[in-house]
Structures are given as C-alpha cells and as structure tokens.
C-alpha cells in the first residue's frame, strides 16, 4: 500500500487511509476466499484437475484482477491492459476463478471446466477463454511470452506491464533462463515474474528432486531485482507490488507459498498436485473454506 | 501456365528473403524480426541494420526465441522469426507447439540452410524432418520456394495472411526459374509443363532437378507432366488429383527425409484414387559432410535420378 510520511501517522488523514486499507485487505481475502472455493468446486466437477497448485496462487491472483493490474473484463482485447502469463498452466482453475470474478464469462461455466464441448479447457487457452492472455501448459514457455508480451510494449511506447505466474519446479526448465537472460538484456522493468515457492513438485520436495536454491541468488546473477515475501499475506503482496512500480530492472516476487493453502488437508502435501477431492474430501474443504469466509465477515 | 525455366542468373533465397523484409519493414512498421545469433547467415541483420528498433537477436536461445516471437504476436505485431532450419524446429518444436501453432499466432518461421546442400557442416546441421515436423502441426502452413522470386512473392503473402508459417529455403545459391513476380498463392500448385506418361511433383530446391529431367526425358519421347508445389500445406489437392488422372504414375521430389513431407502430402491428397507414387528424397538416414553438389548425387537428389525413377514408372505402366 501507499507509503506513509513519518509526519503524517498521527494525523486524522493516515487514520483514514489505514480503514480504507484495512477494507481493502479484508475484500481481496474475501476474493481469495472465494478462488479458492470454486477452484475445489470446479476441480471437483471435472473429476480431474491439479487443486494444490492452484489454492497456493489464489491470494497472488486475488491480488491482480482485483487491485494491481489494469484491465476490463468488458474489453478483454484492450491494447492497453496489463497481461497476465499464466505460466504454471496448470493453476488453470485459479485463474478461470479469477476472471469468472472479475467477470469475463459466466461463473456456471466454472462447473464445465474439462469438460468436452465446453471452453474452460483444461490448461489455459487464449483462443477459446476471455481474458487468457496466453496459452499454457508445457512448461517452461510462459516467461519467453512475457519478454515478447514486454518487448512489445517498448516498441509501441505503451505502459502496460507483464505479469508471469511460475512454478517453482518448473524453473528447472532451461528455457526459463533463457528468457530470464533475455529480460534483463532488453532491460524489460515492465516485466514481472511471480514465483510461487509451494517447494513441492509432482516427484517430491523441490530440493530433493533437483535443486533451485539459492533462488534469489541466481536470478539476481541473471540481472533481475528480487524479493521475497510471504505469498499469502494480502498486505504484504500490495505493499510489495508498489514498493516494485519504479524499479528499473525486471522483478522478480518469490512469493513464498504453501501448497493446497486454505484447506486443511490439502495443505504441504503432494498428493493434491493432481488430484481432485473426493465427495467427502470436497464436502470437507467447502466447508473449511465457508468457515474462513464466516470468520473474515465477523 | 506459368512461364518457368532455368535461366542463367543465380540468386541466393536469403539474400530474396532480406531484401522482401526491408521492404515490408518500410511499409508495415508492425513487422518485427528476430534471429538467434545467425543474422549474418540468414540475413535478417539487413533489415537489422535499417530497422535496429524492430530487430532483436535472441542469442543461441532458439526455443525462447519461439516463444518471445509468440508474446510478440499477441500484442499485434507480424513476427519473423529465423534461424537456421535444424535450430528452427527441431530444438524449438515444443515452443512452437505450445506457443505459436496452438494459439495460431501471427508468426513467421523463415528457416534457412535446410536439407543436404548445407554441406560440410554435416548431418547435425542437415535438417532433412523439418517438413515432416512443421506438417503435423495443427494451424502451421508449410512452404518451400523454388527461387529468390518466388521466395520475395512468399515473403509479401505469408505477411498479409494471418496466422503460423514455416518457410524452408536452402543454403545454395539457386538459378532463377521464375523471371516475373506474382504467381505465388498459398495452397497452389503449378503445371509449368505440359505431359501425360508420368507427373513430377517437386517443391524448394528439387523444382530446378525436376526441369533438367523434363529436358532429359524429353529426348528419351517421355512427356512428363512437371509440377512445382511451394505451398506444402495446405496442399493443391485438386492439382494432384488431376495429374493422378492424367498421368498414372507421380514422382515426388524433396530435399528431405521420404518420411513425412511432400511425398506424403501427395498420398494424403489422392487417397481415395491412388495411382503408383514413386518418392524422391533421403531415405531415411542421416546426410555426411561434402560438397553441395556431391551430396546432392551421392543420395540421389538430381535431375538424372529423377528421369531414371521416371522412366521406369513409365515402362511399368505398359
């Protein structure tokens, strides 16, 4: 959030600010909230679909469609609307949660995710879903459809800025660094790259499979400005993302994250990378996650 | 019929290829080109060295280059993307799945130094699948000019049209066989000689061998029916179908592997009237360092093993 004069903190101005932050912060948690419900409720009707690394990112994706980023629902082709990469495609039910919120399509359709003949497919897919900006699914290709996403808008003198969503394991994908190479060349600050650091990969732990620390290190050595934050704290993803507005490198946010956040037994394990809920499991998590939303309302 | 004929003059595809990108950079400052530190060899540095603001080299990164080229697509702008073809598809191939065929961006593939005549640099750098790679693409349309005029045509049509394409040129200089502009439409074939005992069906490099067999066959009282085939996919059924009828016997000629290029886009098209296809090509194995020329022998790539094959389907159709 706005950062706030020493002299000012008293003042009946800074008072104001904090409630209106204070509502703010309790609205992208409702959103959050809300993510995370019907992304267990459409991984559950489609009987397939990767739920823990899509609860991780529902925070960070509350965050962007309803605070940080520039865009309009009504006119998912604007010119000048910030992008967003969804690079770990397979988080494909956060982001459908996202944009049906926002409302670039019917939030029923939600319930058709994977389903033949209708058009949420199952990793995103920019030609048949309002709002994706770019299709994913393989990983490894998101951020070099940034630095192009980037390029462009250097080349076209406009402001928008790109925003890509990767998984931590799927750093291991040489491309990756590739295009990280090519970002800091072409010296993109209208590019930023969100980590989501669940630490877990389809295989086991990141570190026992193939190891990515020391993070920050590496893509600092790659000519990047990094910070680390907690992935889940609404205040600190806002305050994160104005403190980088000027920063004149490209960013990135290793946002640290648990996997299957928000539902109890979900969260820190593997077996919901790519596993749907159960009826009782669904029935259980729903009820959790209406418990947190009861809770934020009192 | 289109007038096609080998003609004294040579000409290189790539120098074609620069010379189309200038000018459409003149006049379409959406045109952007990107290379993978072989602009010198392809010659997009030309257009490089006029429009320094709308050429990017991506380094030796040929997938990302893919996948940028894709990024750039999506915010409006008609992107050439070259390397060479061995980098181009076969180290690119998931980027160009995932990022540029399935979304059906508006991305250019110009690959050059494919197939054998590449020469010395050996089996690593002869890209003999690429075809075969790009053909089983959803979206992706596949063209192999025959010479710098046709390429120049290929380079203005491939840019109105929107949407994915691959275009395969050699390393050689080739002789001009096309005198004036304008014929080329993409998914057209062309008759450019006249025949009724056997079809040639060549496309790229192979058109100018299949013109010298004409010639050859000619003199054995052959008449050959010779059709040049730029456009790969989508492919000029209706012209096969006709020459299947008219002729009985096709001979298809490509500088790459039999597997999975114009050999099998011809079968695809006369699949329900099939006539005898007899397929010149690599046959299935990888090339070896040499001379353009003595490689182009050696695995039979020339207007006299095109006349022999040729004369053969005849003397089986009696």
Redesign the interface.
Known sequence: MSSIMPSLINSPTYFIIKMHEKAVIKELKRKALQIRKWVIESVYQAGSGHPGGSLSIADMMACLYFHEMRHNPKNPAWEDRDRLVLSKGHAAPALYAALALAGYFDVEELKNLRKIGHFLQGHPCMKKVPGVDMSTGSLGHGLGAGVGMALAAKLDKRDYRVFVILGDGEIQEGSIWEAANAASHYKLDNLIAILDRNKLQIDGPTEEIMHLEPIAWRWQAFGWEVVEIDGHDIEEILHTFHEIRHNEKPTLIIANTVKGKGVSFMEGTLSFHGKPPSEEQYVRAMSELEQAEGELND | MIEARITEKRRNLRDAYSSALISLGEKNENV?VLDADLALSTKTKRFGTVFP??F?D??I?E??M????????????I?FASTFAVFATGRSY??I???IA???LNVKIVATHSGISVGGDGASHQMLEDMALMRALPNMRVIAPADATEMEDVVFKIAEADGPFYVRIGREDAPIIFESHGHFEIGKGYEIRKGKDVAIIATGTMTAEALRAYDILEKRGIEAMLIHMPSIKPIDEKLIRKAAKETGAIITCEEHTIIGGLGDAVAMAMHDEPVPLYRIGVNDVFGESGGARELMEKYGLTAENIAEKAEKMVNRKK
């Open positions: 952007v603001e709308r990017f991506m380094g990164a997938a990302t893919m996948d940028v080229a894709a990024g750039l697509a999506t915010c409006g702008k992107v998931d980027s799945r995932q990022s399935y979304p059906e």
